[in-house]
């Protein structure tokens, strides 16, 4: 017999022999009456970069304090490799979180930062100097081991907590808002170096934040949440271009949205008729939605294209007349907003393939907003 | 120019209205003179004769002992009141505790002293502790209306201070006490500090409490000094009085030249976390001293 070889996925969460290394399992936290998380359910994998992704007042940071420990769930249980949790308090957990304001100990110095951690489970003290010099060639703060936290810069200060809160090896790293009080560009390279340290050490990380661009980035999956339960959770691209509802289709990204009815529905087609859109919605793959139904239809911005040719109006598919209103030149491209006869305004991004001075389009013309079949996505929540 | 000279002016008569007083206290007490009020020339014989008055120096000592234990207890309290005012949420009865905790600020000190003293003195008839009025019953007493004092001091410190922090050793695996005596005491050692100098500065001047609760044996300072005025100023007092307005001065050029230091040394560090924030990678950033090639 051969052993069969086990194939390491990338994506965990479609083999169903993998087991989920967290389990959220029905977790509901209220504060008196309101309710904070509702119901949620969630599986996140070994490795996996994970993503809580919502508004304030969306359950993400309570959900993220019940993993850590600082609050216990009202109903519901946690698992973190195989174990219960629920009632662990935080200082016997396997789990470490980078704080939003990051924490440090203002009056030790990054090393004894680092090294909090390990002397509280009085590991040798040859030891702790070795992995505490690692960690800070990790993050590339060696030379700054001595300093006191307000003798660095955010984004130094950003990489201490970093430090501390890996330096335990914990099972699970939470961060919250990992990224928010750096400056935008710093922001991007620590984004990409999160992600670099995070496949280096290959411990699970769940994040929180509000920022969908950071969560786009930086994540293997992606639970948005909102009022206390959770939208949808896939992949950053299944997010963006299957958004589930409403939403989150209006949460991730721009979106133009077409409320209309279901007028044919087979199993390699829909079609929609809108009263915000004076030509027939075609959607070129199938929906489980009854004919007649009420449904919307999303579009992104960047999946149409305005040209001054073609043919469009009552009758033909994917294919609108409207005025051009604004124009806004953002270099790589320009998003159009284009006023439809039916008085609805479509937002359009266009790559500027052509120089600005050769732009044919201008404020006030007359053109033709067209889609292909593929780019709409049918929504009925 | 007239302006400023004017302003000059006004703030000169207000520096004299504080000070003028004190500093005649000073003069006075190097007189020859047995009156307070006449000068006889120089002498420092009442400093001499106050080494000498033994009833008026171990009052002082009497005084400085109630004052260091009473600010300890008070401290201790205060602290641990001012940590649940602060960080123990809307737990049932909050604003009870609240007012409870804060209310010696502005209870009538002469109501805090009799209440006490007829505490003492049913406590002696049902137990037999404390016995007689002394030592003891001071500072408790003192204990009692410092503790306030201490306790608003810490819960506006730990109001200012991030929870995180505490949070971060928490999930750094410390247990709540630990945190406590490892994260939280050292950040705001500052205000438990000045908590327990003002309570000192407190006890060591209070009459009307102490009036209430001191005993045959024990007459704290202020007390010994009010009694003796009764018979007329002598100018050891004003010896005595110049000390401790000596000292005091001390303690706060003191502080104030450790302040100023501090001070300095912030900027320093807000410039060196500065020039940080310029570099991402410390590592590929020149060294500063290194040799040339």
Known sequence: ?????????????????????????????????????????????????????????????????????????????????????????????????????????????????????????????????????????????????????????????????????????????????????????????TAFELVNIQEQVGVTFVMVTHDQEEAMTMSS????????????VGTPAQVYEYPGSRFVAGFIGDVNLFEGIVVEEEPDHILVRSDEVACDLYISHGAVVPRGAKVAVAIRPEKMSVSKEGAAGPGTRNAVVGTVREIAYLGQFSTYLVALDTGKTVRVTMPNTNRAAEMPITWEDRVVVSWRPLAGVVLTQ | MRRPNFLYMILALGFAFLYVPILLLVIYSFNASRLVTLWGGFSTQWYAS??????????????LQIAALSATGATVLGTMAGMVMARFGRFRG???????????????EVITGLSLLLLFVSLEDLIGWPEGRGMTTITLAHVTFTMAFVAVIVQSRMASLDESIEEAAMDLGARPAKVFFVITLPIIAPAVVSGW?????????????????????????????????????????????????????????????????????????????????????????????????
């Open chain 1, 221 to 232: 999956r992606i639970a948005v949440m909102n009022t206390g339960w959770i939208a949808q």
């Open chain 2, 197 to 293: 100098l003002l309570a000192f500065t407190l006890s060591l001047d209070d009459v009307v409490i102490s009036n209430f609760v001191s005993g045959p044996g024990a007459t704290p300072l202020p007390i010994e000094i009010f009694s003796s005025i009764r018979l007329g100023v002598t100018p050891e007092i004003n010896a005595l009085a110049t000390i401790i307005v000596g000292l005091v001065s001390a303690g706060i050029l003191a502080a104030g030249l450790w302040s100023a230091r501090q001070e300095r040394q912030r900027r320093r560090d807000e410039q060196l976390a500065r020039q940080g924030a310029g570099e991402l990678m410390p590592i590929s950033s020149p060294p500063q001293d290194a040799p040339p090639h």
């Open chain 1, 1 to 189: 017999m051969v052993q069969p070889i086990r194939k390491t996925t990338l994506d965990p969460w479609q083999d169903p022999k993998e087991e989920p290394y967290v389990r959220i399992e029905k977790v509901t936290k209220k504060f008196g009456d309101f309710v904070a998380v509702d119901d949620v359910s969630l599986n996140i994998y070994r490795k996996e970069f994970f993503s809580l992704l919502g508004g304030s007042g969306s359950g993400k940071t309570t959900l993220l304090r019940m993993l850590a420990g600082f609050e216990t769930p009202t109903e519901g249980r946690i698992f973190i490799d195989g174990v219960d949790m629920t009632g662990v308090p935080p200082y016997a957990r396997p789990v470490n979180m980078m704080f939003q304001s990051y924490a440090l100990f203002p009056h030790m110095s990054v090393e004894q930062n680092v090294a909090f951690g390990l002397k509280q489970d009085h590991v040798p003290k040859d030891e702790t100097r070795r992995r505490v010099a690692e960690v800070l060639d990790l993050v590339q703060l060696g030379p700054f081991a001595k300093r006191r936290p307000h003798q660095l810069s955010g984004g130094q200060r950003q990489r201490v907590a970093l430090a501390r809160s890996l330096v335990k090896r914990p099972k699970l790293l939470l961060l919250d808002e990992p990224l928010s009080a750096l400056d935008k560009r710093l922001r991007e390279r």
């Open chain 2, 94 to 108: 909050r604003a009870i505790v609240g007012a409870l905790v804060t209310a010696p600020l502005v209870m009538p």
């Open chain 2, 50 to 63: 106050l080494l000498g008055n033994q009833q008026l120096l171990s009052a002082a000592w009497l005084s």
